[in-house]
């Protein structure tokens, strides 16, 4: 029992720092149609804001982490991908691509790359169900899942996010009804990226911080992404806890390297048969309508 309890625990505690990154891969994805694969470096951003503003009180460094990311948003967005959307799907890939290398290659010149850490604010465990568990953990997977539930809202239940979503099925249609399309793709780059930079930032202290702590949450954010259906938010947070699932059991059962060997394969299988992703739909018996066949054309 106590062992189904922890395993339990931690799919909770990975699921929540995998549906922000899910999520604000996501936003990215549906609103520019930029495969970021610099997502990880602005994970690594958040952490190492953290560590470099270490003295001042935990709650404003996460604010502070967030403006740190809406500015680098706003920056990488108009100052590079703006300029490349007219050239396509590579363009753009390898803009990011290179985005990466400059963040990472400047965290190490400036941190160099000696595993940092960050102090919890929070220390000892609490017992759940027998089980005691980091209570850091507890708090960070309960903030995490707030702000995912907050940005849904924003996204589904207001003006803005309506605004958003009309920019991402039709931007000439959008911008005919007075939307500007150019200030919403930069405001969902800017969103998306400073969601990231918030994952990375809560997530410190459960991190050895390097220029290098990013890199592995790509994958998993990618394959979360490709697990929902194109273009669904909620999709893609769903596909976030099917990934914590996966690799919690696999760390349970294997050790580190096999489980990210196996969950990379698992990841360019799905690339391979599913490159749009997937597409969860109703069984067949449950969507048969049940009228009457129509009689063919010419029977009375």
């Known amino acids: 029992m106590d062992a189904l309890v922890s395993l339990a625990l931690s799919v909770v505690s990975l699921f ?8 604000s891969l996501g936003i990215i994805f549906g609103q520019l149609g930029v495969v970021n ?4 470096e602005f994970v690594m951003v958040g952490a190492f804001t953290m560590y470099a503003l270490d003295g001042i009180p935990f709650v404003l460094r996460l604010a502070v982490a967030v403006v740190v990311g809406l500015v680098l948003g706003v920056l990488t967005e108009r100052l590079v991908l703006a300029q490349l959307y007219a050239r396509g799907f590579l363009a753009t890939l390898l803009a990011m691509w290179g985005v990466a290398i400059v963040l990472r290659q400047g965290a190490d010149a400036i941190f ?26 507890l708090v960070a997977t309960a903030v995490c899942l707030a702000v995912v539930v907050a940005a849904l809202l924003v996204i589904y239940r207001t003006s803005f996010g309506l605004n958003i979503r009309a920019t991402v099925d039709n931007r000439e249609m959008a911008s005919l009804l007075g939307i500007a399309p150019a200030f919403m793709m930069t405001a969902g780059f800017a969103a ?44 893609a947070i769903f596909g976030a806890f ?8 696999l760390r349970t059962y294997l ?33 048969k309508s049940s009228a009457p066949a129509t009689a063919p054309a010419g029977v009375a």
Request: charge should be positive.
């Open 16 to 23: 929540g720092f995998y549906a922000l990154l899910a999520l």
């Open 37 to 40: 694969v610099a997502h990880g």
């Open 112 to 137: 160099g790359s000696t595993p940092a850490s960050v102090a919890a604010p929070v220390g000892g465990t609490l017992s759940i169900l027998g089980v005691n568990y980091p209570t850091y953990r």
């Open 192 to 235: 998306g990226t400073a969601i990231a930079v918030f994952a990375g930032a809560i997530q410190s202290p459960m991190l050895g911080v390097t220029p290098m702590v990013g890199a592995s949450f790509l994958a998993p954010a990618f394959f979360a992404v490709l697990l929902g259906r194109p273009g669904s938010l909620p999709g």
């Open 242 to 249: 099917v990934v914590a699932v996966l690799s919690t059991v």
């Open 255 to 287: 050790s580190e390297t096999a489980a990210q060997l196996v969950l990379f394969a698992l990841l360019i299988v799905l690339i391979a048969a599913r490159p749009n992703g997937l597409t969860w739909r109703k069984p067949q018996w449950l969507t």
